[in-house]
C-alpha cells in the first residue's frame, strides 16, 4: 500500500548519508516528502542515499521527487544558517527537521579529554541547538506557522553511560532541549518530539555490531532479546513527522526493544 503521509513536505535530515538518518530519509521518500540529506565529508554516502530515496519514491508511485545534499558541520552556527538558506532556497519551503547528527567516544569521568568532551557536545547538543533555531526562524515566517522538529535522541537520555560521559550529557540535555522548545512554540503549532533508540546495528557501534561474542553481549540485556536495524526505528520518525501525531510535542518516544524497562528487575530479586 503506498503511504502519503508526509506527501508535498520538505525534511531536512541532518547526518542523513548512514545509519538511522539514511534509514528516515528513505522512509520519508516512501511517505512522499523531498529530502534534503547534510553531511559532513560523507559525501558519496549522501549521494547513494539520495538515489536510495529517489528510488524509494518512484517504487511508491510518488514521481521522481527532488532530494538534496548539502554538506554543513552542524558544530558552528553559521554553517547551520547556510545550509538552512540553501535548502529553503532549493525546496522553497522546510517543513520538517530531524536533528539526527551525532558523535560517540569513550569519555572517562576522570580521565576525559578536554576537546573530546567538546567535540561531542558541540555536535550532539548544541549542533541540535543551531538547527533547531534555524528552523523556527523559518516556521514561524510561514502562513500557518507550524513545522515539525524530531531530535534523535537515546536510551541514554536517561540511563546513564559510565566511560561515556559527554554523550550521555550530550542526550540527557537533547531531552530537555526537546521539552522546552515544545512548550515555547506548543501555541505557534510548532511540534517538538525525540526518538530514544537502543542498540542500533549502526556503524555507530561497530565495536559490537560484527562481532558475534559481543552482539550477543549485548543482546542478552535487552528485553526483547535482539539488536534493531535502523530500518525499524525509521517509521517512528515518519509517525511523528506527520499529521497522525498532531496532537503530540514534548515527548521521547523511546524504540529500544525494552531497555528503558531495566530488565535486571524482570526477576524481582529487590522485594
Not at 510518488?62 to 525546496?91: C, L, N, Q, W, Y
Not at 547538543?125 to 528552523?135: D, M, P, Q, V
Not at 532541549?177 to 561497530?206: H, K, M, Q, W, Y
Not at 558475534?212 to 535487552?222: K, L, T
Request: proline share 4%; net charge negative; charged share 20%.
Amino acid at each position: 500500500m503506498t503511504i502519503n503521509r508526509l506527501n508535498g513536505r520538505v525534511a531536512l535530515i541532518t547526518g542523513g548519508s548512514r545509519g538511522i538518518g539514511r534509514a528516515v530519509a528513505e522512509r520519508f521518500a516512501v511517505e512522499g516528502a523531498s529530502v534534503a540529506i547534510n553531511h559532513v565529508r560523507d559525501g558519496a554516502e549522501a549521494l547513494i542515499t539520495i538515489d536510495a530515496c529517489t528510488a524509494a519514491s518512484l517504487q511508491n508511485g510518488h514521481g521522481k521527487r527532488p532530494h538534496f545534499v548539502v554538506e554543513a558541520d552542524v558544530s558552528s552556527a553559521s554553517a547551520v544558517d547556510a545550509m538552512m538558506a540553501e535548502v529553503i532556497g532549493t525546496f522553497g519551503k522546510l517543513d520538517i527537521l530531524v536533528n539526527n547528527a551525532g558523535i560517540q567516544a569513550s569519555t572517562p569521568g576522570d580521565d576525559m579529554e578536554t576537546l573530546e568532551l567538546e567535540r561531542i557536545i558541540a555536535v550532539n547538543l548544541i549542533g541540535a541547538a543551531h538547527c533547531a533555531r534555524a528552523a523556527i526562524r523559518h516556521f514561524l515566517t510561514l502562513p500557518q506557522q507550524s513545522g515539525v522538529i524530531i531530535n534523535t535522541s537515546s536510551v541514554h537520555e536517561v540511563i546513564p553511560k559510565p566511560g561515556y560521559l559527554a554523550y550521555s550529557m550530550s542526550k540527557g540535555g537533547l531531552g530537555n532541549l526537546t521539552r522546552t522548545l515544545a512548550l515555547e512554540f506548543a501555541d505557534r503549532r510548532i511540534r517538538v518530539n525525540g526518538v530514544g533508540p537502543g542498540a542500533i546495528l549502526t556503524s555507530l557501534n561497530d565495536q559490537w555490531r560484527s562481532d558475534p561474542v559481543g552482539r550477543a553481549d549485548v543482546e542478552r540485556h535487552i528485553p526483547m532479546g535482539y539488536a534493531a536495524a535502523p530500518e525499524l526505528i525509521a517509521p517512528v520518525f515518519a509517525f511523528l513527522a506527520s499529521d497522525e501525531a498532531a496532537y503530540v510535542t514534548g515527548q521521547t518516544l523511546f524504540v529500544d526493544g525494552g531497555l528503558t524497562l531495566y530488565g535486571e528487575f524482570k526477576d524481582n530479586w529487590s522485594s
